[in-house]
């Protein structure tokens, strides 16, 4: 008998017949023996819905205020899966953050977990009723309603599964799991059993949304094996463990893409100590996030500073790149919108030479130009021409192989 | 500088705009002076929507969790109503029935209040900060939501202005205060200044839907000043007060009628004791509440014994008194559905007599014939034929002068 920390999300809420699946599906988990925890999420739209009535009131609602409303959408599904388990037969008790409690600090709209009151659950799962804790909110130490901010659902559960130091928290959703890369790009793009933690963050970092990067992170902080599954599909899903359970460690584990990059290039900065910090003190202080970063050496004691942002801070990057590059005595400033990053991912590059060549001479037989790269030890990214994304992530795909299980 | 529990209903709170119009009217009263307590209900129509949701779930949802889910109704609209209040310059703060704490039974969905804690509103109020509290909902000891039963809202004001000691409780509606009649019945229908909470309490049974019951009893146990107004129209509405404050008795307050009534006549049976009981307890013990009462003195060692019930309780009614009948020897039962209840309210009739005989007179010579009569020491109900309802209202209101100041 194992103890299951199960969290569905908005899509497996999303009606009444949704959330009667997931409360067969909770029955069935139990009939095989096991305890389960569920952590819910909001039906699907509903905490968008609250979120624009507060903004039909004010342009920026009282954060405490807004935090208190939209921890409602939680409080309504935890409510209907209760009685959706209870009507067939499954003894089940739901529980706002604050009735559990779940302590937060005090940062109204991004709240973080500071501790877990496990008591009511345990006593709950060994009395064999299901508790179903609203995912996303917590409470603070005087009683203020906080939520985590937005995919907090996630890390509800994992973090309610590292305090019960659960056997597993299963993430259900829309997909059956962690792909080599986005299917809808490369048909053939292959399910993963398992994938590492670190992979993970690399992936979901990189734009495959299947999980909150936070829950990650908390994951393998507190070694939670983590598995992602569909509510609709049955199946294995992913699994996603530390790297030492891994038998054999395949070369890339997959390919992660984003279109949601801008570049700018100040091009003819002075090339002396400070300068990256020169540029990118101001960026940051304007509250922009820069993604890639590259510096090239010039030949005239110059030198060209590229950096990559997403698109919806492109024109309030370039204004204060224009800034900076006058201050700096720069030659000008450079952008580019019509670019992507395509990445390859994998635990098993750290240990194996030539994945780099290997990538760029996938590219260079396809004609696809390279404009930028970057690299970590379980990362090497690029940024190319966006009209090439899909042909260079299926080149890539094939090249090394991620169509057939390793 | 009073201290004051406004509570604003559902209509009040159906739309952004009605919100922002309560906030204003809030802020007018802070800005005469007054340290000002708000109790909110949810938006008109979203508690129906929830307990749909709940339904559609399980045809008899599990009443804890039925608590826990309408209970967000109200929490949506306090935390709307502070962020309007904080948008207009009102330092403002919501709370839930938890977050106060307004400490109930475990009687879910028609919970009781035990106890609330004041601290924090009291504090508030010290620091120039307006307490939104929501209406309808408490806690238990165990910390379940519980909820109040409909109407519950008014006796939350009600109660947070007998827990602080509050200088009047004021109940905002969508009608500017109680009526000597239904104005939709008597176009020349007064408001009434002032009424008594034993008035206040028949007419509000007797179907005048201003007020729930149970709050109009627990201000008169508490000795809290009550007071009906509009939210959509200014006036001083009515003050809802104890006996001894009335300087000038009128005879008579104001008319009440139902149209949902249903009379039953169990006939012919033995006239011996115990027969009421032997009638009215199979009745109770199916659920159904009874009315009015007569039993008529026979001539033959029989009596006609004859009560009302509500419509919708008129079938089950009638099986169930066919039973009794057989079992008693009775000759039959005889039943009316096209019947209506008429009532004169007033304290003034304790010490003035006649006045059931002028009613009586005053019918008599509109042609309409009374068919069951009962009283009480500040009340004369009547039925009649439902066609005769709003001949009958118009001419008691006429006959008692209510349309003129008294």
């Not at 993963?192 to 299947?210: H, N, P, W, Y």
Request: net charge neutral; glycine share 8%.
């Amino acid at each position: 008998m194992a103890l299951i920390v199960q969290k569905y999300g908005g899509t497996s809420m999303g009606s009444v017949e949704r959330i009667e699946h997931v409360a067969r599906k909770v029955m069935m988990a139990r009939e095989r023996g096991h305890q389960i925890v569920v952590v819910v999420s909001a039906m699907s739209g509903e905490t968008d819905r609250l979120i624009k009535l507060a903004k039909s009131i004010s342009a920026r609602p009282v954060p405490r205020e807004l935090d208190q409303m939209i921890a409602t959408g939680e409080q309504v599904t935890i409510s209907l899966l209760a009685m959706a388990l209870e009507k067939v037969g499954v003894p089940a008790r739901s529980y706002t953050g604050s009735q559990v409690a779940i302590r937060t600090d005090k940062a109204y709209n991004k709240a973080r977990i500071q501790k877990i009151d496990t008591e009511r659950l345990i006593a709950d799962c060994k009395a064999g009723i299901v508790p179903v804790v609203a995912g996303f909110q917590g409470v603070d130490e005087d009683g203020n309603v906080t939520t985590l901010g937005r995919g907090g659902s996630d890390t509800t559960g994992v973090a309610l599964a590292a305090a019960l130091k659960a056997d597993e928290c299963q993430i259900y959703t829309d997909v059956d799991g962690v792909y080599t890369t986005d299917p809808r790009v490369e048909p053939k793009a292959r399910r993963l059993d398992r994938i590492t933690f670190e992979e993970m963050l690399e992936l979901a970092s990189l734009g495959s949304k299947v999980l909150q990067i936070r829950s990650v992170e908390f994951a393998g902080k507190y070694k939670v094996p983590l598995r992602v599954l569909s509510t609709f599909v049955e199946g294995p899903g992913t699994l996603i463990t530390l790297e030492e359970h891994k038998m054999e460690e395949p070369l890339i584990s997959g390919i992660a893409f984003s279109r949601d990059e801008a570049q700018l290039t100040v091009a003819g900065v002075p090339d002396r100590p400070g300068i990256a910090a020169a540029i990118l003190g101001p960026v940051g202080e304007a509250n922009i996030e820069v993604d890639m970063i590259v510096q090239n050496v010039g030949a005239d004691g110059t030198t060209d500073f590229t950096f990559t942002v997403s698109r919806g801070e492109y024109e309030r990057a370039v204004e204060v790149s224009r800034k900076v590059a006058d201050e700096l005595g720069a030659k000008g400033v450079r952008t580019a919108l019509d670019i992507c990053k395509v990445s390859l991912v994998g635990v098993g590059m750290r240990s194996h030479a030539g994945i780099a060549a290997k990538m760029f001479k996938t590219l260079a037989s396809e004609s696809i130009n390279i404009r930028m790269i970057s690299t970590s030890e379980i990362k090497i990214s690029v940024v190319v021409e966006d009209k090439y994304l899909e042909l260079a992530v299926r080149s890539l795909h094939k090249a090394f192989n991620l169509e057939s299980a390793t």
